[in-house]
């Protein structure tokens, strides 16, 4: 067939399933369930529990080994996780090792892959935009993960705009090349994103959705072949959203998804050897995965994310909000999550506090605003707090007690949301500083204040911090309102008037809190100005840590390029040879 026909023909039949897939939804949806789902995520209980499988070589498989999860709300064992043991790795490192390096897909090899993912992002955005898909989504995030209706459903959207912006021809500029002209005629050299082939992600229990498939994406469109390990607690989300991706076309051998333990999960990672492993997670698990896997990890490690508010007060209901939904949505659970708060003395004249209080006392159990904590126990966090509270000069400006009248399992924490104020004098000594600034992943934060003069031990406490993930800083203040602007300038008259050179500047410091903080500090995500979060990051800009040669970013073409892909150069080098051309001498 003529080439340009056929081409034609093909588009054409890959519209027409196009339209096909997208009316057989709309047809079954008003008749059947959710087609690709294998739950009903409102009938999940200790009488029907679900289950959660394993994915490799293209086939479901369960197991021997079945975790069985508590519902956190409950107690009740509500969800069956069939585990792979040392035992059953074989099949998972088999099919990470029929992967070449060169991987699934490259400029060279498959680009039609390119498109298909394009069209597989089409049609999942597609998906999570029927209001039924994006509530099974959301719902089955509460049900694991809870937190409130509105937190989760932000993670489903995220996770739709973001197939929203992959969609057509946006995988394939993600592999876009340069070139470069030669030395001579015929030589030229040109850049190439490559894949790495086969990979691994790891990804925690807090964004049960969003975290893995936008890593899982980002690997598949630079044409990689992933094993996905979610923490278990959570897994049952995205095996529910592997089977979307299948439902729309993703090929069933393209990912291997599953469920162990951390040491299961290490030995399959050292004898499948994948050539790049992206972890999201503890930063002490992170340590030990760079030193297993030899330097081959990039990590979006956890943070002690903090806020400082800087000296122009204003808007003090809206900041107050913001730091109420940073510290204290999804109970304070996001790797985002405002961690300590450092106050500008004038703030400290504000109601600001009191206002935060307010906001954080509305949040309840019923709707989960505030709920449970699922990696430290009740007993844990106040332990932390009765510490915090030995340091001179510390008191508890609100919670500080646990959730009553609840029926979350003991395994898990449950305190209302709690800030304690700690001086930061005290912070910066060399015995408190560890216990301060100890990461609580649930409804905790620790609040400071600062005099104008102090900014320096503000700036020193966030230098000592190990972690960059991120940051705000508060104010609308960029340029001269706090400026200390020391001008001196030395005149000479001549002339009768002011020459050029007759003035001269022996001191100009122009000096802004904002940009002073910013120039001084590296979290990879800071929010600059009033309105700035620590929280919500969106598929629209870069989230991740900086600081750290390993540290992975999420969502954004930068992202997904710098994560899943490396750099090759192919330096064409065609002639012809010049004319009567002839052996040199040696050199
Ligand atoms: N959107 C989330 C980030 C997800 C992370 O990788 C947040 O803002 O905390």
């Known amino acids: 067939m003529n080439r340009f026909l056929y081409c034609g023909v093909m588009r054409a039949k890959a519209y027409q399933k196009g339209l096909s897939f997208f009316n057989s939804f709309n047809l079954s949806r008003s008749v059947h369930s959710i087609p690709f789902a294998t739950v009903d995520v409102e009938e999940i209980s200790g009488s029907q529990p679900a289950e959660v499988h394993n994915l490799v070589q293209g086939k479901w498989k369960t197991s021997s080994n079945w975790n069985t999860l508590l519902d956190p709300l409950n107690g009740e064992p509500f969800i069956k996780v069939a585990e792979v043991d040392e035992t059953g790795i074989q099949p998972f490192v088999e099919s990470l090792s029929k992967c070449p390096k060169h991987g699934l897909h490259n400029p060279f090899k498959a680009p039609e892959r390119y498109l298909l993912f394009g069209d597989i992002s089409v049609k999942a955005a597609h998906m999570l935009s029927i209001p039924k898909v994006s509530d099974f989504f959301t719902r089955l995030i509460q049900r694991v993960a809870p937190k409130s209706y509105k937190q989760a459903l932000g993670e489903v959207y995220v996770t739709q705009k973001f197939f929203e912006n992959f969609s057509g021809d946006q995988v394939r500029f993600l592999a876009r090349s340069f070139a470069v002209p030669g030395d001579h005629l015929g030589q030229q050299s040109h ?41 278990s607690k959570v897994s049952i989300v995205m095996e529910q959203m592997m089977r ?18 951390g040491k299961t999960m290490n030995k399959i990672l050292l004898e499948g050897n994948p050539r790049m492993t992206l972890f999201t997670g503890s930063s002490r698990v992170a340590d030990k995965l760079a030193v297993d896997l030899k330097g081959r990890i990039k990590l979006e490690d956890a943070g002690f994310d903090w806020k400082v508010l800087g000296p122009d007060v204003q808007e003090e209901d809206y900041v107050a909000w ?39 006392e509305r949040r309840k159990l019923e709707d989960l605003t505030v709920g449970p904590v699922l990696t430290f126990t009740t007993e844990a966090m106040l332990e932390h707090l009765n510490k ?82 991120t940051a705000a800083v508060v104010s609308n203040d960029p340029l001269f309102l706090q400026a200390t602007f020391s001008l001196s300038l030395s005149l000479s008259l001549g002339g009768g008037g002011l ?61 997904i390029k710098l994560v899943w892909s490396c750099h090759r150069e192919i330096i064409y080098d065609i002639g012809p040879m010049p004319r009567n051309w002839e052996i040199p001498p040696s050199t």
């Open 244 to 261: 979307l991706l299948h439902y729309c076309g993703l090929p069933a051998e393209d990912v291997d998804f599953i469920n162990s333990d």
């Open 388 to 469: 915090l509270l030995q340091i001179p000069g510390s008191k508890l400006l609100f919670g500080g007690e646990p959730i009553k009248n609840h029926s979350i399992p003991s395994i898990y924490g449950a305190i209302k949301p709690t800030a304690v104020y700690v001086p930061l004098e005290e912070i910066m000594k060399e015995n408190t500083y560890e216990l301060v600034t100890r990461e609580i992943f649930g409804p905790f934060q620790i609040i400071t204040d600062y005099k104008k003069e102090k900014l320096p031990m503000v700036l020193d406490a966030l230098e000592r911090m190990h972690a960059h993930l």
């Open 191 to 231: 850049g190439f994103r490559w894949p790495y082939g086969p990979v691994a992600i790891i990804t925690p229990f807090n964004f049960p959705l969003e975290i893995p498939v936008l890593q899982l994406m980002g690997a598949l469109y630079m044409g990689n072949k992933p094993i996905l390990k979610v923490d």
């Open 322 to 360: 913001v730091c109420d939904q940073d510290a204290y949505a999804c109970s304070g659970q996001k790797c985002s999550a405002q961690s300590i708060l450092f106050m500008h003395e004038n703030w400290s004249r504000t109601s600001l506090i009191s206002k935060i209080k307010n906001l954080a």
């Open 499 to 559: 020459g050029h050179d007759g003035i001269s500047f022996t001191s100009i410091k122009l000096c802004s809190p904002m940009m002073e903080v910013i120039g001084k500090t590296v979290n990879g995500t800071t929010y600059a100005g009033l309105r700035a979060r620590t929280t919500g990051a969106p598929q629209n800009h870069w989230f991740g840590p900086a600081g750290d040669p390993r540290g992975a970013g999420i969502g954004t073409p930068e992202a």
